[in-house]
T-cell receptor, first 114, second 113 residues
């Protein structure tokens, strides 16, 4: 069965320093993986997606993620954090067994310190 | 292209009442899913509709129901509201193509008092 595990519930970084949000997945076949961001009292916005093309995926706002099959990981990174990056981030895998159901991780809350 | 529209944005209801939430998907999208988001449980899948048919259902009691209309608009209904139903309810729409992403609305914040 497909699942994702977000390894950190909270991450704090200083503005201008790199961001690393960790996600491990479990899937019996090549998964489709996504990262979404949610700002307070807002819906979820897609940051990037992996669908078995290039393993390094570039998303919006300078974020990128690398799919590593050997490590079953799909970590989200950004070279330099901005105050506006403070939000909650969700790693998502699609469960496709007849229907396309999204399996969400528990979320990582990113805090950016001035 | 308009995004996913959820109405209303905020609702306050009393225990025991019922509520109906609405979701208009992106034009051309036939799949609509609903999620409940709470601080304690995170994002939980409620159900998914495609072409007016419920294709998948999460582990929620029968008080939670939904439907989809021929224009792909969807509604979800919660009857006999409980305090624990207070949550952000999110709707997502997607095309019926493998590996495509879901687009989310801003949600309806339901408070049960």
């Amino acid at each position: 069965a497909q699942s994702v595990t977000q390894l950190d519930s909270h991450v704090s970084v200083s503005e201008g320093t790199p961001v690393l949000l960790r996600c491990n997945y479990s899937s019996s076949y090549s998964p489709s993986l996504f990262w979404y961001v949610q700002h307070p009292n807002k819906g979820l916005q897609l940051l990037l997606k992996y669908t078995s093309a290039a393993t390094l995926v570039k998303g919006i706002n300078g974020f990128e993620a690398e799919f590593k099959k050997s490590e079953t990981s799909f970590h989200l990174t950004k070279p330099s954090a901005h105050m506006s990056d403070a939000a909650e981030y969700f790693c998502v895998v699609i469960k496709s067994s007849g229907t396309y159901k999204y399996i969400f991780g528990t979320g990582t809350r990113l805090k950016v310190l001035a | 292209k308009a995004g996913v529209t959820q109405t209303p944005r905020y609702l306050i209801k009393t225990r025991g009442q019922q509520v109906t939430l609405s979701c208009s998907p992106i034009s051309g999208h036939r799949s609509v899913s609903w999620y409940q988001q709470t601080p304690g449980q995170g994002l939980q899948f409620l159900f998914e509709y495609f072409s007016e048919t419920q294709r998948n259902k999460g582990n929620f009691p029968g008080r939670f129901s939904g439907r989809q209309f021929s224009n792909s608009r969807s509604e979800m209904n919660v009857s006999t509201l409980e305090l624990g139903d207070s949550a952000l309810y999110l709707c997502a729409s997607s095309q019926e193509i493998r590996n495509t992403e879901a687009f989310f609305g801003q949600g309806t914040r339901l408070t049960v008092v």
